[in-house]
């Protein structure tokens, strides 16, 4: 087996990995370290977990240990998608380079431009940063590309499916041509695969197993789910989804929720939060220093359930996670894969569930080709609460979300929006009407059909049930 001894990193690179306690390097930095140091373009395949950061990290900081950057000019790039994933890279960054004299940056959206120009100013030997900000910075004159000499570009699948493709070509198009480029993907789409045979110059190629293949301490589950009306599919599919919370009980230390939309991100962690559960949401919309809040805390044990995005959640090292929960089969097959791969890690065990709507059945059958396994189907026990405690007894009108459906119909029928997308398209609606039309509809009907006056809920006043004449009598 291969040590990081035999791979001609700088020594004091290989005391930084000694301390971090890596005993061997993983297959993808077995396989691009190697010709990273020998300034050879690499492409990488692999995903997330693989270990691949440290596979682009090391052999860059070991060929910058010599050299001093100069103002305005970073020596080196590394591109990423998120700001969560450039802010993981820079802390691996630090990690490696602790005995060493280098500087870097991190350009990332959220953090003023102030603070980082001047830290260019000053000269950075690497560069991380979003392709958007990197651009925004360049077009105010505070930063020259012309003397980066290693440029990296991570998960540039990520990047294809946020549309950072053009930026992307651009940056390449401002560094030199001289530039070493190390690139890494987790898949190879077309568009992907003519950006590297553009701008990658006979590289050496490494792919690592999926992490399907590896993962084989995963185990997983699909509970099969049709809601009783299509109207409380958001309210029980959340039920289901805290029945398999429950299920796990206390082996479900520390769990991420996956949802495809942003909305449902933030709906989900607030019902779960109203069920008592420990719960937060993470995706794009959220500002920056309240998603560090949230991961943070997840990282440091003190939350237990994040609710994410993929995008939000790409890339992001979160070591021991016990459970994942697919609240939403994933549009793309790949990204099933990348959501597992955040329990499992490192040969422990992690189960992950996934949630399956009659309309979701495609996708899933992508999933488990993709897998080339058939997951295994679960029975939901019910064991989450279905009442509220006393504290939860009176939820605040925005808190409405998960009124329970036996209960309280109509009032459900009001708040219990589905999200835009999935909303079902009523035979008796014109396909012109819009969402706020419909949703007035909807009001409307919970309102006559209970022979209540909207707003008023059961406290009407009685002279509005007099007829005029009688009020006139009055
Ligand atoms: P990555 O795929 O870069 O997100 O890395 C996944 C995790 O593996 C991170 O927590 C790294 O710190 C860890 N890691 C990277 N290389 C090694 C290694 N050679 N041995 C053990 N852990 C590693």
Same mark, same amino acid.
Do not use: W
């Given at each position: 087996?291969?040590?990081?001894?035999?791979?001609?990193?700088?020594?004091?690179?290989?005391?930084?990995?000694?301390?971090?306690?890596?005993?061997?390097?993983?297959?993808?930095?077995?396989?691009?370290?190697?010709?990273?140091?020998?300034?050879?373009?690499?492409?990488?395949?692999?995903?997330?977990?693989?270990?691949?950061?440290?596979?682009?990290?090391?052999?860059?900081?070991?060929?910058?240990?010599?050299?001093?950057?100069?103002?305005?000019?970073?020596?080196?790039?590394?591109?990423?998608?998120?700001?969560?994933?450039?802010?993981?890279?820079?802390?691996?960054?630090?990690?490696?380079?602790?005995?060493? +004299?280098?500087?870097?940056?991190?350009?990332?959206?959220?953090?003023?431009?102030?603070?980082?120009? +001047?830290?260019?100013?000053?000269?950075?030997?690497?560069?991380?940063?979003?392709?958007?900000?990197?651009?925004?910075?360049?077009?105010? !004159?505070?930063?020259?590309?012309? %003397?980066?000499?290693?440029?990296?570009?991570?998960?540039?699948?990520?990047?294809?499916?946020? !549309?950072?493709?053009?930026?992307?070509?651009?940056?390449?198009?401002?560094?030199?041509?001289?530039?070493?480029?190390?690139?890494?993907?987790?898949?190879?789409?077309?568009?992907?695969?003519?950006?590297?045979?553009?701008?990658?110059?006979?590289?050496?190629?490494?792919?690592?197993?999926?992490?399907?293949?590896?993962?084989?301490?995963?185990?997983?589950?699909?509970?099969?789910?049709?809601?009783?009306?299509?109207?409380?599919?958001?309210?029980?599919?959340?039920?289901?989804?805290?029945?398999?919370?429950?299920?796990?009980?206390?082996?479900?230390?520390?769990?991420?929720?996956?949802?495809n939309r942003k909305t449902d991100v933030d709906i989900c962690a607030k019902s779960l939060k109203k069920y008592g559960l420990d719960a937060a949401p993470i995706h794009g919309?959220?500002?920056?220093?309240?998603?560090?809040?949230?991961?943070?805390?997840?990282?440091?044990?003190? *939350?237990?359930?994040?609710?994410?995005?993929?995008?939000?959640?790409?890339?992001?090292?979160?070591?021991?996670?016990?459970?994942?929960?697919?609240?939403?089969?994933?549009?793309?097959?790949?990204?099933?894969?990348?959501?597992?791969?955040?329990?499992?890690?490192?040969?422990?065990? !992690?189960?992950?569930?996934?949630?399956?709507?009659?309309?979701?059945?495609?996708?899933?059958?992508?999933?488990?080709?993709?897998?080339?396994?058939?997951?295994?189907?679960?029975?939901?026990?019910?064991?989450?609460?279905?009442?509220?405690?006393?504290?939860?007894?009176?939820?605040?009108?925005?808190?409405? *979300?998960?009124?329970?459906?036996?209960? +309280?119909?109509?009032?459900?029928?009001?708040?219990?929006?589905?999200?835009?997308?999935?909303?079902?398209?009523? +035979?008796?609606?014109?396909?012109?009407?819009?969402?706020?039309?419909?949703?007035?509809?909807?009001?409307?009907?919970? %309102?006559?059909?209970?022979?209540?006056?909207?707003?008023? %809920?059961?406290?009407?006043?009685?002279?509005?049930?007099?007829?005029?004449?009688?009020?006139?009598?009055?």
């Amino acid at each position: 087996m291969t040590k990081f001894s035999d791979l001609n990193l700088n020594t004091k690179v290989l005391k930084a990995i000694d301390e971090a306690g890596y005993e061997s390097p993983t297959p993808i930095q077995a396989g691009a370290i190697p010709p990273a140091l020998e300034g050879r373009d690499v492409l990488g395949i692999a995903q997330t977990g693989t270990g691949k950061t440290a596979s682009f990290t090391l052999p860059m900081l070991s060929l910058l240990a010599r050299g001093r950057a100069r103002a305005r000019m970073p020596r080196s790039l590394v591109l990423c998608p998120t700001r969560e994933l450039a802010a993981q890279v820079a802390e691996n960054f630090d990690t490696y380079s602790k005995h060493l +004299k280098l500087t870097k940056a991190l350009l990332i959206g959220g953090v003023s431009f102030k603070e980082q120009d +001047k830290l260019i100013d000053k000269g950075v030997d690497v560069l991380i940063a979003t392709p958007g900000r990197l651009l925004d910075h360049f077009e105010r !004159g505070k930063l020259l590309l012309t %003397g980066v000499q290693i440029m990296v570009v991570d998960e540039a699948d990520r990047m294809l499916d946020m !549309g950072f493709i053009p930026d992307i070509e651009r940056i390449f198009s401002l560094t030199p041509f001289t530039r070493q480029t190390l690139f890494f993907s987790a898949t190879m789409a077309p568009e992907i695969e003519r950006i590297t045979n553009t701008f990658l110059s006979a590289p050496a190629r490494i792919e690592v197993a999926r992490q399907a293949t590896a993962s084989e301490t995963i185990e997983q589950g699909v509970v099969m789910f049709k809601a009783s009306r299509r109207d409380r599919e958001g309210s029980e599919k959340r039920r289901v989804l805290r029945d398999l919370i429950a299920q796990e009980g206390d082996a479900c230390t520390n769990a991420i929720i996956f949802c495809n939309r942003k909305t449902d991100v933030d709906i989900c962690a607030k019902s779960l939060k109203k069920y008592g559960l420990d719960a937060a949401p993470i995706h794009g919309d959220l500002d920056q220093s309240q998603r560090t809040r949230t991961l943070d805390a997840f990282r440091n044990g003190e *939350l237990r359930i994040l609710v994410a995005s993929d995008v939000a959640a790409r890339g992001l090292d979160v070591p021991s996670v016990s459970h994942v929960f697919n609240f939403d089969v994933p549009g793309h097959a790949e990204d099933y894969v990348h959501r597992i791969g955040r329990t499992g890690r490192a040969g422990r065990d !992690g189960k992950a569930f996934t949630i399956c709507t009659p309309r979701d059945e495609k996708a899933f059958d992508a999933v488990e080709k993709l897998i080339q396994k058939e997951i295994p189907r679960v029975e939901i026990e019910g064991k989450a609460p279905r009442k509220r405690s006393k504290a939860e007894e009176q939820p605040k009108v925005e808190e409405k *979300l998960d009124a329970q459906p036996e209960a +309280k119909p109509q009032v459900e029928a009001k708040t219990e929006e589905a999200p835009k997308s999935e909303k079902p398209a009523s +035979k008796s609606r014109g396909r012109s009407r819009n969402r706020s039309s419909d949703r007035n509809d909807r009001n409307d009907r919970g %309102g006559r059909d209970n022979n209540k006056v909207v707003g008023m %809920g059961d406290h009407m006043p009685s002279f509005i049930a007099l007829s005029f004449d009688e009020r006139r009598a009055g």
